[in-house]
């Protein structure tokens, strides 16, 4: 490097030699880690390229500034200290980058991404940049409040244990009034959902104004509740053009006895970090749809992955959150679902490139965020859907409820009936990836909304190959 | 009316063999187990009444079998359920929850409506049979 005199120099460096580069650095425990996926353009070496991310989602600019000899600079300098070659994919590289824990604000998201996700993903030289995995040291982990309320309170309130939970999502999603909208919620639960959600898009529209669909909701809901003797639930949306506005929605949901309400990704980090002190301070359940997530997460190649937002948002303190279904319609490879699922739900995440998880992760005790499961799925994948996604989920059948033939009502007996039979069966230790279909066939012999629910979407798949998938394969090792 | 609480409410009533089965699964898992029983089926009554302390050191499902047996016997005509505990980090709660009696008549609930300001109303749910005193409902 020579000289200070020398590095401080007016004029243009490459990255690597300005600092943001070391091949020997040993990441701390206190350190941030990202993982990017980097594809340079011609003629830009890697190795600049890594030190470039680096520099440009830390304290570097273009050029050399004097200033720097004021700062204890090299804190603050994040490290490139690995590049791998992507496996299968010339010309893209994983590389991994420190930062000090001094970079970084406490228990706010929107500094981390500042950084991380700032400027960097515009530089020129690179053609594409993809933010793959995190890993947060427990240092700036306990700086967040976490889920308000987490997988096991949330059980405990429902007083339901042992299944996953059942949802739906209204449909249609436009036009019904707050009188037509109630009936379906009511029927949904009343048949045996545990709770009914808003879609990402409904807010207070011509067609529905927000108070007008509340007090229909709660009233389906507690009406529901008498009928079954359950505690039950609608997602209330509370998404808006201002807080102000959310906060009196959010309001208005708890002054009705609401036990959860909802907010849409779109709102931004601050937003969602708000409404997760709201929830915390007045017992409510956060439900977080992840509308918008598809335009930066889904290609692989520029963007951010998704199980980096699902990190985000565990910290950011959402109680549920869209995690993907596997089977259902939309994008979702089976591996790095898993691995999505275990961001959520894990105490302790460990390192799984087979699924996409580059880092073990101690979660410190922040509570553990209910994943849902929404889109396209019905009764007949029952089987699959838990031998995937495990119990504590909510699969959520909006069109395989709402759509049955013989009424929304009996569209939710038939969910929730294939749900007890599966988990009844597993539990007895029976193989229900294999036996499924007969143990749905066997209860559909005394559950008529069941048989019909087997015949009516008995060969409905969506076989598409996904686009995000997870770059390892597992290959023999001796042993 | 039937009320739907616990992990297997829409299937037909568990036969001992089928309970017993459950139990065994929830003892692999190093679960504890225990029997509950109440005449209050209010979805808010979290703390129905306790049948003896949770079984922590019982392997056998069948030693479990004779507690909701015995709890039968004396409340016959009450709800009863098995619960199972797990101690786990990051669990430490409930993980399986079934009823295994009910009463033969189950009238269910009232929904009371107090119309207040504007169009709010404030609901509160009434088990029909709670508005007998404890331990002389469903007789």
């Known amino acids: 490097m020579g000289s200070p005199a020398d590095r401080y120099k007016s004029g243009v460096m490459p990255y690597a030699k300005m600092g943001y580069w070391d091949a020997d650095y040993e990441p701390k425990d206190t350190d941030v880690i990202a993982v990017f996926r980097i594809t340079p353009q011609d003629g830009v070496d890697e190795i600049e390229a890594a030190a470039a991310v680096a520099g440009e989602s830390s304290t570097a600019t273009w050029t050399v500034v004097w200033t720097d000899r004021l700062t204890a600079c090299d804190l603050y300098r994040a490290k490139a200290y690995r590049v791998d070659p992507v496996p299968g994919n010339p010309g893209q590289f994983f590389s991994y980058i420190a930062y000090d824990l001094a970079l970084f604000e406490e228990g706010s998201i929107a500094n981390l991404t500042a950084s991380i996700i700032g400027n960097v993903f515009g530089f020129k030289p690179l053609k594409a940049l993809r933010l793959e995995d995190m890993r947060i040291p427990v240092a700036y982990l306990k700086t967040f409040q976490g889920p308000p309320t987490g997988i096991v309170v949330e059980r405990e309130r429902l007083d339901k244990f042992g299944r996953p939970l059942l949802g739906a999502t209204t449909k249609p999603k436009l036009g019904l009034s707050g009188k037509n909208y109630g009936r379906v919620v009511y029927e949904a639960l009343k048949g045996g959902l545990d709770f009914v959600k808003d879609d990402e898009n409904i807010n207070s529209q011509p067609f529905m104004h927000w108070r007008d669909r509340y007090l229909f909701c709660m009233e389906a809901v507690a009406k529901a509740s008498a009928a079954t003797g359950e505690v039950k639930g609608h997602y209330l949306n509370v998404t808006a053009g201002t807080m102000e506005d959310m906060y009196e929605r959010a309001d208005f949901a708890k002054q009705l006895g609401s036990a959860i309400i909802m907010i849409d990704l779109v709102i931004g980090y601050t937003a969602i970090q708000s409404m997760s002190k709201w929830a915390r301070r007045n017992d409510m359940v956060l439900h977080l749809h992840r509308a918008g997530h598809g335009t930066y997460t889904r290609q692989k190649s520029h963007g951010v992955s998704f199980r980096v937002i699902a990190k985000w948002m565990r910290m950011a303190g959402v109680d549920h959150i869209h995690a993907g279904t596997i089977v259902g319609k939309l994008e979702g490879d089976p591996n790095v679902i898993k691995g999505i699922y275990s961001i959520c739900r894990d105490s302790f995440t460990k390192k799984n490139l087979e699924q996409g998880v580059f880092f073990d992760q101690d979660w410190a005790g922040l509570r553990k965020v209910m994943p849902v499961a929404s889109g396209g799925i019905h009764a007949g994948q029952m089987h699959q859907l838990i031998t995937y996604l495990g119990e504590d989920v909510v699969l959520q059948f909006g069109g395989g409820t709402i759509g049955h033939p013989q009424g929304i009502q009996a569209g939710a007996t038939a969910n929730r009936v294939a749900l007890e039979v599966m988990i009844k069966a597993r539990n007895e230790g029976r193989d229900i990836w294999n036996e499924g279909p007969q143990i749905l066939a066997e209860a559909a012999k005394w559950c008529s909304p069941l048989n019909a629910a087997l015949q009516t979407w008995k060969d409905v798949t969506f076989d598409y190959t996904s686009t995000d998938t997870a770059d390892f394969v597992p290959t023999a090792t001796a042993s | ?139």
């Open chain 2, 1 to 139: 009316m039937k009320i739907t609480q616990g992990t297997f409410s829409f299937l037909p009533d568990l036969t001992d063999k089928e309970i017993t089965a459950q139990i065994q699964y929830a003892l692999d898992q190093g679960w504890a187990v225990s029997v509950e029983y109440t005449d209050d089926p209010h979805p808010r009554n979290y703390f129905w009444e306790m049948w003896g302390n949770p079984m922590f050191d019982l392997k056998d499902a069948a030693g479990a079998l004779t507690e909701v047996l015995a709890a039968r016997k004396a409340h016959p005509s009450n709800y009863i359920r098995v619960m199972a505990f797990d101690a786990t980090l990051g669990f430490e709660t409930t993980r399986l929850s079934f009823i295994v009696n009910r009463p033969k008549d189950e009238p269910g609930y009232g929904l009371v409506r107090q119309e207040v300001d504007g169009r709010n109303i404030r609901y509160t749910i009434e088990s029909y049979a709670a508005k007998a005193p404890e331990g002389r409902r469903y007789t």
